[in-house]
């Protein structure tokens, strides 16, 4: 990260480990509604961070004690070009890809320990929990993803800061839209013309 305000925010959270997760959870949110779409196209590898899982009740608990002790994954990387991405994993995640979607044939081999899967579209878009702010939407709805889970995935990001971005997971339950995690990423290398090339005011109006 870059030293901004979703480093700060993370600092918080890290400096008191006791807090809540709904406390956590609307902090990261009252950060993420802050943020404004990215002011320039997202291209090449970006790493990643699992800041928080907002799912309730049992399965929420379970996924959030799993996430401390074990985050396969790392990062997404972005096309933006052909307006398409994938997701960075640790290879020691395959065992339990290969449990949960037996027939996903599409992981492809990244670089020494680590692979990439499940194909995500982008766009500006509205967000799917409030049509009245524009996100960078990473869809996965597409017909080479499994159908079990990661179809009903849509990542929203906003940028909080310099090449800084913070995303909310949403996935569909039942027909409605529930977010079910915070993530940051940032770009593993930052060119020395980074520079946002529009304002934060111009970016307000980004049409839907």
Sequence with gaps: ?????????????????RVSWPVAGRELRALFERGLPPGRPLDGDYAGRLLLVTVRGPLGA???????????WRGKRFHA????GDN??????RPLMRLCWPLYRL??????????AFTFSTR??????????????LDYDLDENPRFWIRDVVDELVEVGQAEYLGEAQVRFGGAWRTAAY???APTHLPSSSRLISSPASR?????
């Design 1 to 17: 990260m870059t030293g901004g305000a979703l480093d700060r925010v993370i600092a918080d959270l890290e400096r008191a480990p």
């Design 62 to 72: 379970i996924a959030r004690a799993w996430a401390r002790a074990w985050m396969p």
């Design 81 to 84: 070009e052909a307006g398409l």
């Design 88 to 93: 960075r994993f640790a290879d020691e995640a």
């Design 107 to 116: 992981a492809r081999r990244a670089d020494p320990g680590h692979f990439r």
């Design 124 to 137: 500006l878009a509205p967000s799917v929990l409030d049509p009245a702010r524009i996100v960078l939407r």
């Design 183 to 185: 993530f940051a990423l």
């Design 204 to 208: 307000k109006g980004v049409p839907a």
